[in-house]
């Protein structure tokens, strides 16, 4: 167990919906990371929040949103979803804003039919 | 506690020379295992995987080694480069598709 939750751990919903992921990070952690695992395009980063801030932008797409709480968990919300969205959804979380070190959760599948 | 361990948070090699990343994990029913680089700022990259049935795997100047005995997996880069300097993340995989990441190690290649 890395110290980092993820809930729910598996999610299935339609085309069109929309869903709401939750990362609660290690305690003491600062830095969330959100990460998208598909079979097709490996593991990509979506998106970084430090200390309720949003910190670094990677591929995600506009219908998807991200947000960390002032008691540090964070929300990945993703709308209009697609079949191509179904992945595992990963979020890790460090200390810092650049620690290398980061502590992945146990990820939440997502599959959309 | 963590399934997936890399216990050394960094490493310094020379450029030319050989690194070696390792990684140890903890459950034995694990599928296979991947190796992933990371630059800053970016999420991590694929590098290589290897089959638990298999105890070596090569690509280029990167090979992938296995030692289910011992669960330890390592990985080497030979020649080292600078832009080898990277996070590397090592991950392990189960039969269900689920994916468990150790904590990363910084490699720098000194010029």
């Known amino acids: 167990d890395s110290g980092v939750t993820q809930t729910p751990k598996h999610l299935i919903t339609a085309t069109g919906q929309r869903v709401t992921l939750r990362c609660s990070p290690r305690?003491?952690?600062?830095?969330v990371y959100w990460y998208q695992q598909s079979l097709d395009q490996g593991l990509q980063f979506l998106i970084q929040?430090?200390?309720?801030?949003?910190?670094a932008k990677g591929n995600i797409l506009e219908r998807f949103s991200a947000q960390q709480f002032p008691d540090l968990h964070s929300e990945l919300n993703l709308s209009s979803l697609e079949l191509g969205d179904s992945a595992l959804y990963f979020c890790?979380?460090?200390?810092?804003?650049?620690?290398?070190?980061?502590?992945f959760g146990p990820g939440t599948r997502l599959t959309v039919l | 506690d963590q399934q997936v361990k890399q216990n050394s948070p960094s490493l310094s090699v020379q450029e030319g020379r050989i690194s070696i990343l390792n990684c140890d994990y903890t459950?034995?029913?694990?599928?296979?295992f991947l190796w992933y680089k990371k630059y800053p700022a970016e999420g991590p990259t694929f590098l290589i995987s290897?089959?638990?049935?298999?105890d070596k795997n090569e690509d280029g100047r990167f090979t992938v080694f296995l030692n289910k005995s011992a669960k330890h997996l390592s990985l080497h880069i030979v020649p080292s480069q600078p832009g080898d300097s990277a996070v590397y993340f090592c991950?392990?995989?189960?039969?269900?598709?689920?994916?468990?990441f150790g904590t990363g190690t910084r490699l720098t290649v000194i010029p």
């Open positions: 890790a979380s460090s200390v810092s804003i650049s620690t290398d070190t980061q502590y």
């Open positions: 305690s003491g952690d600062l830095s």
């Open positions: 929040y430090y200390n309720g801030e949003e910190r």
């Open positions: 459950n034995s029913m694990f599928d296979y």
């Open positions: 290897i089959s638990s049935i298999k």
């Open positions: 991950a392990a995989v189960t039969g269900a598709n689920n994916l468990f």
